[in-house]
């Protein structure tokens, strides 16, 4: 019983810990700080409403179906199935002209925030993509009737999308605050629309930042366990001061307590832009380029100790082509910024618009260059998407035990892989489990291009090369998940 009595007395003062520890890490130890803070952003934070057509005749394809795959397929590589960013979708709603045989149409909600006073809201694009109608509401007021929204800019590429209405209400717009600045453990709050369920606060600290994302890498997330459910996508999460410090887009739905905000910073880059021309223009230099690891740069000839990613692929006719970068340089800065990895090189390239010059210093060898380089403008996701898959090669037979089979690639397989007729190379047709094609990570449908650094026009072209049991360095050219060209170095080891 003594024992018993003991525990609950620890238990008490360990919440007592707590709850003392929490409030002194409020500012002046003020436990309304929460209180506050709510009244001050929740009458900023609306609530839209969008109905959209599904064009897909195999499925729901709401507005946030293309949102709702890369997270499934992000969380799906990292050994789960996540869905994230995704609205509270409605049930589908018959089509205009009746439910049978026709289009039917999903009802989706989402969440926004007022920037300024004119009535300017901020928001998700997943929120309103493709949508026929969006509707906005302030107010949980059983008779508020919806005010019209009008998308008048969009950024795809880093899922954000800025809505005009027209109104006479007053508007409270939020402050910005300053995500760079932000400390892992700080405390924030999320508003939005969780499940439909009107305008919620819940609470949480900033648990990491710089998160990566594969298919939105110009932008690197926030990650917070302040609880974010379907219905929160657009919303704002907030430091103690009241300032937005990121937009909350993305949860981890294997677990509880991981979500995802889009940094307040990035916006601020992008908004005047989608203010004045509705969208966004960048930077692009027209290169694909790879980590460096401790092999390749052996291979390559360049110290360990150098952490700057190295050029896989350089796109002709492009302005890294024009400049003189080179298939394994290693890009050491850009435009003054010091780059140690691809997503450095990706913020730097597109922070400085087009047709402006830039340099950039590489390392070839052991030799350091700079070389001035005038930046172009970045592409559409559209038109950085391929529009075919690779087809299946015939299976050829190997001559050195690679662990893979090989075909020569002809200009009608360059064709199918989207690729320019002209284009030389071998085909991986197949690969053996566990080999040294498999341990390199070759893939059905890889493209050799160069054995150390050696171009490969056909398979014989492999094998003067590939003839002794050694590793080699393979540049290579596939179709990541979406269907798009990618470029990567790999080494195969037969030893």
Same mark, same amino acid.
């Given at each position: 019983?003594?024992?018993?009595?003991?525990?609950?007395?620890?238990?008490?003062?360990?919440?007592?810990?707590?709850?003392?520890?929490?409030?002194?890490?409020?500012?002046?130890?003020?436990?309304?700080?929460?209180?506050?803070?709510?009244?001050?952003?929740?009458?900023?934070?609306?609530?839209?409403?969008?109905?959209?057509?599904?064009?897909?005749p195999h499925g729901r394809g709401g507005p946030d179906e293309l949102f709702r795959r890369f997270?499934?397929?992000?969380?799906?590589?990292?050994?789960?199935?996540?869905?994230?960013?995704?609205?509270?979708?409605?049930?589908? &709603?018959? +089509?205009?002209?009746?439910?049978?045989?026709? !289009?039917?149409?999903?009802?989706?909600? @989402?969440? $926004? =925030?007022? *920037?300024?006073?004119?009535?300017l809201i901020l928001t998700n694009n997943h929120v309103v993509a493709e949508a026929d109608e969006?509707?906005?509401?302030?107010?949980?007021?059983?008779?508020?009737?919806?005010?019209?929204?009008?998308?008048?800019?969009?950024?795809?590429?880093?899922?954000?999308?800025?809505?005009?209405?027209?109104?006479?209400?007053?508007?409270?717009?939020?402050?910005?605050?300053?995500?760079?600045?932000?400390?892992?453990?700080?405390?924030?709050?999320?508003?939005?629309?969780?499940?439909?369920?009107?305008?919620?606060?819940?609470?949480?600290?900033?648990?990491?930042?710089?998160?990566?994302?594969?298919?939105?890498?110009?932008?690197?997330?926030?990650?917070?366990?302040?609880?974010?459910?379907?219905?929160?996508?657009?919303?704002?999460?907030?430091? &103690?001061? +009241?300032?937005?410090?990121?937009?909350?887009? !993305?949860?981890?739905?294997?677990?509880? @307590?991981? $979500? =995802?905000? *889009?940094?307040?910073?990035?916006?601020?880059?992008?908004?005047?832009?989608?203010?004045?021309?509705?969208?966004?223009?960048?930077?692009?230099?027209?290169?694909?380029?790879?980590?460096?690891?401790?092999?390749?740069?052996?291979?390559?000839?360049?110290?360990?100790?150098?952490?700057?990613?190295?050029?896989?692929?350089?796109?002709?006719?492009?302005?890294?082509?024009?400049?003189?970068?080179?298939?394994?340089?290693?890009?050491?800065?850009?435009?003054?910024?010091?780059?140690?990895?691809?997503?450095?090189?990706?913020?730097?390239?597109?922070?400085?618009?087009?047709?402006?010059?830039?340099?950039?210093?590489?390392?070839?060898?052991?030799?350091?260059?700079?070389?001035?380089?005038?930046?172009?403008?970045?592409?559409?996701?559209?038109?950085?998407?391929?529009?075919?898959?690779?087809?299946?090669?015939?299976?050829?037979?190997?001559?050195?035990?690679?662990?893979?089979?090989?075909?020569?690639?002809?200009?009608?397989?360059?064709?199918?892989?989207?690729?320019?007729?002209?284009?030389?190379?071998?085909?991986?047709?197949?690969?053996?489990?566990?080999?040294?094609?498999?341990?390199?990570?070759?893939?059905?449908?890889?493209?050799?291009?160069?054995?150390?650094?050696?171009?490969?026009?056909?398979?014989?072209?492999?094998?003067?090369?590939?003839?002794?049991?050694?590793?080699?360095?393979?540049?290579?050219?596939?179709?990541?998940?979406?269907?798009?060209?990618?470029?990567?170095?790999?080494?195969?080891?037969?030893?």
């Open positions: 019983m003594k024992f018993r009595n003991h525990a609950a007395a620890l238990a008490t003062l360990l919440a007592l810990c707590v709850s003392n520890a929490r409030a002194a890490s409020l500012p002046g130890g003020d436990t309304n700080v929460l209180v506050n803070l709510s009244k001050k952003i929740v009458p900023s934070v609306v609530n839209i409403s969008t109905v959209t057509t599904v064009k897909s997270f499934e397929d992000f969380f799906r590589r990292h050994g789960g199935s996540g869905r994230g960013g995704e609205e509270d979708e409605g049930p589908p &709603l018959p +089509g205009p002209d009746g439910p049978q045989g026709r !289009a039917p149409k999903v009802m989706s909600l @989402g969440t $926004g =925030f007022i *920037i300024d006073a004119s009535g969006i509707k906005i509401y302030f107010t949980e007021e059983t008779d508020e009737k919806p005010t019209d929204g009008e998308v008048v800019g969009r950024d795809p590429e880093i899922d954000l999308a800025l809505i005009r209405v027209k109104t006479k209400r007053e508007l409270a717009p939020v402050a910005f605050g300053d995500s760079d600045s932000l400390e892992v453990g700080e405390y924030v709050i999320a508003v939005g629309n969780p499940f439909g369920q009107g305008h919620s606060v819940t609470h949480g600290i900033i648990s990491a930042k710089g998160r990566l994302a594969p298919d939105f890498p110009l932008a690197s997330y926030l990650q917070t366990d302040a609880p974010i459910n379907p219905g929160n996508s657009g919303g704002p999460l907030v430091n &103690l001061k +009241g300032e937005v410090i990121g937009i909350n887009n !993305a949860i981890e739905q294997r677990a509880q @307590g991981i $979500g =995802f905000a *889009i940094p307040i910073n990035v916006v601020k880059k992008v908004l005047p832009q989608l203010r004045t021309k509705g969208t966004v223009s960048r930077g692009y230099i027209g290169v694909i380029v790879n980590e460096l690891t401790p092999e390749v740069a052996a291979k390559i000839g360049v110290a360990p100790s150098v952490k700057s990613p190295f050029v896989a692929h350089v796109y002709p006719g492009e302005p890294a082509d024009k400049a003189g970068i080179k298939p394994y340089d290693v890009i050491l800065e850009f435009g003054g910024k010091t780059v140690h990895g691809a997503s450095d090189l990706i913020a730097a390239v597109t922070s400085i618009p087009a047709d402006q010059a830039a340099s950039i210093k590489i390392l070839r060898g052991k030799e350091e260059k700079t070389l001035s380089i005038k930046v172009g403008q970045r592409p559409g996701t559209q038109q950085l998407a391929e529009k075919e898959a690779p087809r299946k090669p015939k299976k050829a037979p190997a001559r050195v035990e690679t662990g893979m089979t090989l075909e020569t690639l002809t200009s009608e397989m360059a064709r199918e892989l989207g690729m320019p007729e002209k284009t030389k190379g071998a085909v991986v047709a197949s690969t053996a489990y566990g080999g040294p094609a498999d341990q390199a990570g070759l893939l059905r449908g890889d493209v050799i291009l160069e054995v150390d650094r050696k171009p490969i026009r056909n398979l014989d072209d492999f094998y003067s090369v590939v003839k002794e049991k050694k590793s080699y360095l393979l540049r290579v050219r596939r179709s990541d998940p979406q269907g798009r060209e990618a470029f990567t170095v790999v080494i195969l080891d037969l030893k």
